[in-house]
């Protein structure tokens, strides 16, 4: 019955227009942070949480904002274009001070919007005041709902109680809903997939993690991505007994075996891609709706995994020193580009993200 439930929820949504996805998503983030209270001694309460976390997800949309911290990495991961880009002249960095000023005055031109603290390449929790940047860009008014995604290496416990801290400071409950992207469900597996030792330490702190969450009755979703190799195997009672050992009641596992990739994308032998679509483009991708700011002080049309590649800036629109009208004239021409001229840009073709505006 609830995997029946969820399925009419999701045919619901993809019904809806965007402008009402997003309405519903407010609504039911306002309907959680009410339900949240005294959560630990209402255990009924418990139930609707976690409906509302699946409503949420599910309701995000194509136009978040993607705010890229840094776009530094401690990990080398097979699927991801970010050791190509080591090759490159591409700048690693942390995002500064003045840039993050200039970022939050153009947060005004947007709406109602969701935030997402998730870099194309880099690891949020790397830039040493990551909480101050992203409890500031919550504090404007523009920004109801917020979110980050981290493969939780550096989720020690200075990093666990900043979060916290900044989760108890969160009053309008915009923080509903956090990411960990995790390498498999053994430390083997993890090196293989991500290059590097961590895959203990990385189980460690996110069980340390858990446990403060329920000590402290906080309600945060949190969302545990495996990322499989290609015979991996995947168990969904060996995966929470592992992740979840204090029985922390709003962690939500999922798994994959494909990854994404367009047809300038190094492929790894040891793990699946999804095949493109058969669909004929001619509509531009609804990521590219989408504002990326990144790092080092660019914005981009994008918000996909594989939306920047090495050595190319196709879907670059200018940078934070230029107006936000030139940044959409920007945008403008380049769906232009794509759906008058028929110039797909070089991340998009043969990409297996394609998702075509509603």
């Not at 890229?68 to 699927?79: D, Y």
């Not at 995790?182 to 083997?188: H, Q, S, T, Y």
């Not at 992740?243 to 190094?266: E, K, R, V």
């Not at 200018?318 to 009208?325: F, K, P, Q, V």
Request: proline share 3%; charged share 25%.
């Amino acid at each position: 019955m609830k995997q029946k439930i969820k399925i009419a929820i999701e045919l619901f949504l993809n019904w809806l227009s965007e402008r009402n996805v997003r309405r519903t998503s407010l609504f039911f983030s306002k309907f959680k942070a009410r339900l949240s209270a005294n959560y630990s001694q209402q255990k009924w309460k418990i139930k609707l949480i976690r409906l509302c976390d699946f409503i949420i997800v599910r309701s995000n949309g194509f136009q978040f904002i993607e705010f890229e911290l840094t776009n530094i990495c401690n990990a080398q991961c097979i699927f991801c274009p970010y050791p190509d880009m080591l090759r490159t002249e591409k700048k690693f960095m942390n995002m500064s001070d003045e840039l993050l000023a200039q970022n939050i005055k153009k947060m005004s031109h947007f709406k109602n919007a969701l935030i997402s603290f998730t870099p194309t390449t880099g690891d949020t929790l790397l830039h040493p005041e990551w909480n101050h940047y992203i409890e500031k860009i919550m504090q404007t008014s523009a920004i109801k709902q917020a979110t980050f995604f981290t493969n939780a290496i550096k989720l020690d416990a200075s990093n666990q109680d900043k979060l916290i801290a900044l989760l108890k400071r969160d009053k309008a409950h915009k923080m509903s809903q956090l990411y960990f992207s995790i390498g498999g469900l053994n430390a083997a597996d993890y090196k293989t997939l991500y290059k590097v030792d961590r895959f203990e330490l990385v189980v460690d702190q996110i069980n340390s993690l858990l446990k403060l969450l329920k000590e402290n009755h906080l309600s945060v979703g949190i969302h545990l991505h495996l990322k499989m190799l290609r015979a991996g195997d995947f168990e969904m009672g060996k995966a929470m007994a592992l992740m979840n050992q204090c029985g922390y009641p709003f962690l939500y596992i999922s798994h994959s075996h494909l990854y994404y990739s367009n047809d300038g994308y190094n492929r790894n032998a040891q793990i699946g891609y999804y095949q493109p679509t058969d669909e004929k483009k001619k509509k531009a991708c609804s990521y590219l709706y989408k504002t990326r700011f990144a790092a080092d002080g660019s914005v981009w049309a994008d918000g996909c995994v594989i939306s920047e590649m090495p050595n190319d800036s196709s879907l670059k629109l200018g940078d934070a020193e230029i107006s936000w009208d030139e940044i959409e004239n920007a945008r403008t021409a380049l769906i232009n580009q794509w759906e008058v001229e028929g110039n797909i840009p070089k991340p998009c073709i043969g990409c297996t993200v394609y998702h075509c505006k509603k």
